[in-house]
């Protein structure tokens, strides 16, 4: 077991960086739509 520990750990890191990304994946792209709306309401 004491062998598995450093891999788990180092699988445990990559998902949580991949979970992290996609997070913020979606996030960027919601704020984006919210910023494409702000600016057509400003041009009319």
């Known amino acids: 077991m004491e062998n598995y520990a450093g891999l788990i750990e180092l699988i445990f890191v990559f998902v949580m960086l991949g979970v992290g990304w996609l997070v913020l994946d979606r996030q960027?792209?919601?704020?984006?739509?919210?910023?494409?709306?702000?600016?057509?309401?400003?041009?009319?």
Do not use: F, P, S
């Open 28 to 44: 960027g792209k919601r704020l984006d739509r919210a910023r494409e709306a702000r600016e057509r309401d400003q041009d009319r």
